[in-house]
């Protein structure tokens, strides 16, 4: 169920007199709606008074809350009646679509209250009827007390105000006041007609409520109009809201008796606690000869102190040059450690560079290691065929040795007998025999150095 807050009315919720106050204006409304008529029933909050016009033609009423339309929907939905979300600011409806439009205890929750006035007179046929009330600023305000404002109202109007603000919007307006009156009521048990005596009271300074007709059209209804509940019942109402007095009553006097016990106790403690500052006054006398005392040997303990903290301060400003001087230093180591790390980050890639070719060498090493065992063991096959194949040469070059021997020896033989000859020859070109013949162009000529030339 949806929870009553202030801000809408809901039945079951609120005490009867409230909730007959606000169907009043719905009963009084029934009067401008004609069979078959369209009815718009803007803010219409829990929906208890739109469902008042089911019997007249088709029904909406639209709220800005969506569970307040929720609640109307499941509480009050009938055939002719339907409840949509929309803002009374900006009705969702086309222009001339309604003979009726009431807006009760809605204008002054709205905070651009004159576009409601500008939207119903755009939806309101040429004839139709806007019904629209307010409570009175003046009265709401002393009826609420200690209540303060309404938190729920943007702006609330006294008489002339809220009829100059309807006039502003339509040229025919009809003002009402509305109160919640005391009457005397004397009912057969079956009654055959009604009469009522009702002067009303028109004075719009002393009225609970204004209630207006506004339209394009004249209003022709000018009546007093009063509604009388069947369930009203005004002086048992009040007796009961007396009888919740007294009791609201008996029970402030019960706290009262409480507050003066208390208030008996607090004023024992009260002498007790004065007897006590009387004990710490005197207490305090000796405290304070005791703290000047004090005070004395304080002080000279404080200018001891002072020379101390002067050559504090001294050592903290050598301190503080020689915290400059290191974070100087220590910045620069910084640098100098960042360019080191940036080297040895350097030098663990290159590691890693070498170690990654290294592995690369060993592996090729590896192969070509085995390449040369398997080389080396065709060699060795080799040298061994070699061998063999060399002492067999040996043996050849051995032979060929005797016979070079053998050769040499008759190279040795010719070469002397060549050494003679070439004697011989050197002792025939050197007689005078020859050296004549040479002269005389007679005989052949020789060489001394061996050759015959002709």
Not at 78 to 102: C, I, K, M, N, Y
Not at 291 to 304: D, V
Request: glycine share 6%; proline share 3%; with cysteine.
């Amino acid at each position: 169920m949806t929870e009553f807050t202030g801000e809408r009315v809901i039945p079951g919720l609120v005490d009867a007199d409230l909730l007959n106050e606000h169907l009043a204006r719905y009963r009084f409304a029934a009067r401008f709606a004609a069979e078959g008529c369209a009815v718009l029933d803007a803010g219409c909050g829990s929906g208890y008074g739109t469902a008042e016009f089911s019997q007249v033609g088709s029904v909406t009423g639209i709220d800005i809350s969506s569970e307040a339309v929720y609640h109307a929907r499941e509480n009050f939905g009938r055939v002719a009646v339907r409840f949509l979300q929309a803002s009374s600011e900006r009705l969702p409806f086309a222009d001339g679509s309604f003979d009726l439009v009431t807006a009760f205890e809605v204008i002054e929750h709205v905070e651009r209250w004159p576009e409601l006035l500008e939207e119903a007179r755009r939806v309101l046929k040429a004839t139709g009827v806007l019904l629209v009330s307010t409570p009175n600023k003046a009265y709401y305000a002393e009826s609420r007390g200690a209540a303060g404002p309404n938190p729920y109202h943007f702006h609330e109007f006294e008489y002339e105000e809220f009829q100059n603000a309807l006039y502003a919007v339509f040229p025919h307006v009809r003002m009402w006041t509305q109160n919640h009156s005391e009457a005397i009521v004397f009912a057969p048990m079956s009654p055959a007609a009604e009469v009522l005596e009702a002067g009303g009271n028109a004075v719009p300074e002393q009225a609970h409520f204004f209630l207006a007709a506004c339209s394009q059209a004249p209003v022709n209804l000018n009546e007093v109009y009063a509604w009388m509940p069947s369930n009203a019942n005004l002086l048992r109402e009040r007796e009961r809201h007396i009888a919740k007095l007294e009791g609201e009553l008996a029970q402030k006097d019960h706290w009262l008796r409480q507050s003066l016990e208390s208030h008996a106790e607090l004023q024992r403690a009260h002498e007790e606690t004065l007897a006590e500052l009387k004990r710490q006054n005197q207490w305090a006398e000796q405290l304070n000869q005791e703290m000047e005392e004090r005070s004395a040997r304080m002080l000279a303990w404080i200018h001891q102190l002072e020379q101390r903290i002067a050559g504090g301060d001294r050592e903290i400003e050598r301190l503080n040059v020689q915290a400059h001087e290191l974070e100087a230093d220590l910045a620069t180591r910084t640098a100098w450690g960042r360019d080191l790390q940036l080297e040895i980050d350097r030098l663990h890639a290159y590691r890693e560079q070498l170690e990654a070719e290294l592995n690369a060498q060993i592996g090729r090493g590896r192969l070509e290691i085995e390449r040369l065992n398997a080389h080396r063991e065709q060699l060795e096959a080799d040298l061994a065929a070699r061998a063999r194949w060399g002492q067999a040469l040996d043996a050849q070059l051995q032979e060929r040795s005797q016979q070079l021997l053998e050769l040499g020896a008759q190279l040795k033989n010719v070469e002397e007998e060549r050494a003679r000859l070439e004697e011989e020859r050197r002792l025939i070109a050197d007689s005078k025999w020859v050296r004549l013949g040479r002269k005389l162009n007679v005989g052949p000529e020789v060489d001394a150095r061996g050759a015959d030339r002709e």
